[in-house]
């Protein structure tokens, strides 16, 4: 590993794991959205609950590409390496989310203003026709089930490997088992007569989707921006950030302390003269999270004579 590319050996063998469980996310949410495709009917819920399966496999794939991208060695076209991919990825994640969720909200707004009544008819299986309510509702059901499964695997993992992708992922997940229960809800409402039932719940899972993606919008931003690093679930400062500049200004003074994200490592930036005795990472930051700090650089005052 290079100051600016490669994985930390400490965090590898998770790296690895959270790349296994993105597979696994691709080929069970590609079952569940082939399924739901083939009992979709007329449902706006289940057309949304669709879509948003659809758009769940983004922060899978651009996750799997951000973790080749970072293992690439600086070369002289990008010779700061391609650790950035990782906040690249973030941000078209969260992108396609509000997108999505922004294009979601309109159809089931203008489906409530002009009254549409959607209809369920039947299905002729095997010399018998079902309901089609019934196909729509056992999907939703199978539907749940893995997001459930790798959204509670994966969000330990991105805790420990600081990776905002991968946290966007897990949030995905929620979002798609909640879309299941909302869909559930809407088909059995057209059952029931209710023909409100069906878009308010995808307006329902349209708002949500669109809550989420505007927070992880923000963060990306953020993180492009040089901001300094932030919590995976918020925009607030992460912890880590808050220990490091106390652990600088408590050594060097009320010194100014910039900080940056840089996918999952910190680049920081000290506003006094290069010390002769400079403190590692482990020193600043402790054994766990000492993989974090990519570089320390000191820049002396602008008073202050060159090196």
Not at 85 to 106: D, E, Q, R
Not at 128 to 133: K, M, N, P, Q
Not at 248 to 266: A, F, H, M, P, W
Request: glycine share 8%; net charge negative; proline share 5%.
């Amino acid at each position: 590993m290079t100051v600016h590319g490669g994985i930390d050996p400490v965090i590898a063998a998770d790296v690895r794991r959270g790349e296994r469980l993105e597979w696994w996310t691709l080929f069970w949410m590609s079952s569940v959205i082939v399924l739901m495709w083939l009992t979709m009917g007329a449902s706006q819920a289940m057309k949304s609950a669709v879509i948003e399966d659809f758009l769940s496999l983004v922060p899978a794939i651009v996750f799997l590409l951000a973790a080749r991208w970072e293992r690439r060695d600086p070369n002289r076209r990008f010779p700061f390496g391609y650790r950035r991919g990782n906040s690249l990825a973030f941000l078209i994640a969260a992108t396609a989310l509000l997108s999505v969720g922004a294009f979601l909200s309109y159809e089931s707004i203008t489906t409530l203003i002009r009254r549409e009544h959607p209809t369920v008819g039947g299905v002729t299986l095997f010399g018998h026709t079902v309901w089609l309510g019934w196909l729509m509702i056992a999907a939703l059901v199978y539907s749940i089930v893995p997001p459930i499964i790798l959204g509670r695997i994966k969000q330990p993992v991105a805790e420990r490997i600081k990776d905002k992708v991968l946290h966007t992922d897990a949030l995905m997940q929620k979002a798609d088992w909640q879309t299941g229960l909302a869909g559930i809800a809407g088909i059995v409402g057209i059952g029931l007569g209710w023909w409100w039932a069906d878009a308010t719940a995808a307006l329902f899972i349209a708002l949500s989707i669109v809550k989420d993606a505007i927070g992880a919008l923000d963060q990306a931003v953020a993180e492009l921006l040089d901001g300094t690093p932030r919590k995976l679930a918020s925009n607030e400062l992460s912890d880590d950030a808050e220990d490091l500049i106390a652990a600088l200004k408590s050594r060097y003074g009320d010194v100014s302390v910039r900080l940056r994200e840089t996918g999952r490592y910190i680049d920081a930036e000290v506003d006094c003269p290069s010390p002769a005795d400079v403190p590692t990472a482990a020193d600043l930051m402790g054994d766990d999270a000492a993989w974090r700090l990519a570089s320390l650089s000191f820049r002396p005052e602008p008073s202050d004579p060159p090196a």
